[in-house]
Nanobody
Framework: QVKLVESGGGLVQSGGSLRLSCAASGFTFSWFAMNWYRQAPGKERELVATITNDNRSSTYADSVKGRFTISRDNAKNEVYLQMNNLKPEDTAVYYC???????WGQGAQVTVSS
């Protein structure tokens, strides 16, 4: 059973930081690129960041570039999203996603107050 479980969400003031974690199981984690998506209330799902299977390359949405960093630890089957200088517009449910397998986590709520 493929499973992705996010953790690390919460409430933070504008300018603060959070780190999301996603624990993966049920597949060969190191073979697959991973994504972080987010969805704000009333908005469409947005791709936030992508990382290659070998942790060598990452890409970001323009809205988070320079503030967010995606990384992974293949030995632990985990992918992370470090979020710095958070803004109220970052408020959303953040989802971990495995490419090709197309598996989703349950989501982690991130709320940024002004």
């Amino acid at each position: 059973q493929v499973k992705l479980v996010e953790s690390g969400g919460g409430l933070v003031q504008s300018g603060g930081s959070l780190r999301l974690s996603c624990a993966a199981s049920g597949f060969t984690f190191s073979w697959f690129a991973m994504n972080w998506y987010r969805q704000a209330p009333g908005k469409e799902r947005e791709l936030v960041a992508t990382i290659t299977n070998d942790n060598r390359s990452s890409t970001y949405a323009d809205s988070v570039k320079g503030r967010f960093t995606i990384s992974r630890d293949n030995a632990k089957n985990e992918v992370y999203l470090q979020m710095n200088n958070l803004k109220p517009e970052d408020t959303a449910v953040y989802y971990c996603h495995a490419m090709i397998i197309d598996s989703w986590g349950q989501g982690a709520q991130v709320t940024v107050s002004s």
